[in-house]
């Protein structure tokens, strides 16, 4: 049984930063790639960044050059280090596990995801 888990969530003002983990427990597989989404309240689930098994990544144009994703894959642990935050950066944020080892950018494409952790940015 897969299982992910988010922390680092919390009350920040604009401008601050927050440093998101996620850590993986269960995989049977070799290789997976991981991501990070948030949603806000009416809004539909978006993607932030994604990390592939070799660690390239990519981002969502709205934090890209603020925020940034790293792995430890000995350690199965995922960060999502955010800077110069923003009030429309208020979501709950989720990771996701691909069992494909390429950079997956579509919610789709991620079988296991954790339960969220929520970011509040006030102004």
């Known amino acids: 049984q897969v299982h992910l888990m988010e922390s680092g969530g919390g009350l920040v003002q604009t401008g601050g930063s927050l440093r998101l983990s996620c850590s993986v427990s269960?995989?049977?597989?070799?290789?997976?790639?991981l991501g990070w989404f948030r949603q806000a309240p009416g809004t539909e689930r978006e993607l932030v960044g994604a990390i592939s098994w070799s660690g390239n990544t990519d981002y969502a144009e709205s934090v890209r050059g603020r925020l940034t994703i790293s792995r430890d894959r000995p350690r199965h642990t995922m960060w999502l280090q955010m800077n110069s935050l923003k009030p429309e950066d208020t979501a709950i944020y989720y990771c996701a596990l691909s069992q494909s080892a390429s950079l997956r950018t579509t919610a789709s494409s991620y079988t296991y995801w954790g339960q969220g952790t929520q970011v509040t940015i006030s102004t």
């Open positions: 269960g995989p049977t597989f070799s290789t997976y790639s």
